[in-house]
Every structure is written in C-alpha cells, then in structure tokens.
C-alpha cells in the first residue's frame, strides 16, 4: 500500500489513523538503479550489523 492510498482510505473511506510515528526516525529509502547501486546495498546491508554496536542510535552503545 503506498503513503497515497493510506491517506486516501482514512480521508474517504473511514479507516481509523494510526496514532503517533508513521516512519522510524533516519528511515532511508533508496532506489536501485543498477549493478553498481545493487552492489553497494549488497555492502551495506553484510555490513551493517557489524557497525551497530558504534551507533549512536544504540542504546546500549558503550
């Protein structure tokens, strides 16, 4: 369902609103454009785990 039609049902169609956040907060989103942007969210994503423990975002972080 995209932003449009969930926006669309609560305005028309009466569907209850989701209360507080819709989107985590830094939440990036990013179309794939070719090998080279595959390739480098392929990285990302091997190597993301690894740099969660530095993260500011961690709460446990130490």
């Known amino acids: 369902m995209t932003t449009n ?3 669309r049902g ?8 989701v209360r507080g956040r819709l989107w985590q ?3 990036y989103e ?5 090998d080279t942007d595959l390739e480098h969210v392929r990285d ?8 969660w423990a530095d993260d500011a975002e961690n709460p446990l972080r130490g």
């Not at 990013?30 to 070719?34: A, D, N």
């Open 5 to 7: 039609e969930y926006f």
């Open 25 to 27: 907060r830094n939440y």
């Open 10 to 17: 609560v305005r028309e169609a009466g569907w209850r609103a």
């Open 44 to 51: 990302y994503i091997v190597g993301n785990p690894s740099a």
């Open 30 to 34: 990013h179309v794939i454009r070719g």
